[in-house]
Nanobody
Framework: QVQLVESGGGLVQAGGSLRLSCAASGRTFSNYPMGWFRQAPGKEREFVAAINSSGGRVLYEDSVRGRFTISRDNAKNAAYLQMNSLKAEDTAMYYC?????????????????WGQGTQVTVSS
């Protein structure tokens, strides 16, 4: 089992920045690729970014590429999502998730472990 807890969400003006954190406990964190997903009210869960277990490979959803940065610190059992130049359409509940296999990283169904989510609200 891997337990995940997100933090760092909040209310920010458009153009601002937030840094989400995902603290992991349980099994060896460094074995698990990590992903960030988001879900807005009335919309489907959406892939945001993923990072492989070593941190050497990352993927981004097209609308966040260049604005968001995913990273991890295996020594601290944590993953992060740095979000810059935030837009109103980034408003959603953000979830971190862990999977045993990096591919297919964009598919939420392959992630077996999820946090409870942290709300990000961007005012325009």
């Amino acid at each position: 089992q891997v337990q995940l807890v997100e933090s760092g969400g909040g209310l920010v003006q458009a153009g601002g920045s937030l840094r989400l954190s995902c603290a992991a406990s349980g099994r060896t964190f460094s074995n698990y690729p990590m992903g960030w997903f988001r879900q807005a009210p009335g919309k489907e869960r959406e892939f945001v970014a993923a990072i492989n277990s070593s941190g050497g490979r990352v993927l981004y959803e097209d609308s966040v590429r260049g604005r968001f940065t995913i990273s991890r610190d295996n020594a601290k059992n944590a993953a992060y999502l740095q979000m810059n130049s935030l837009k109103a359409e980034d408003t959603a509940m953000y979830y971190c998730a862990a999977t045993e296999n990096f591919w297919p990283a964009r598919n939420w169904s392959v992630y077996g472990y999820w946090g409870q989510g942290t709300q990000v609200t961007v005012s325009s």
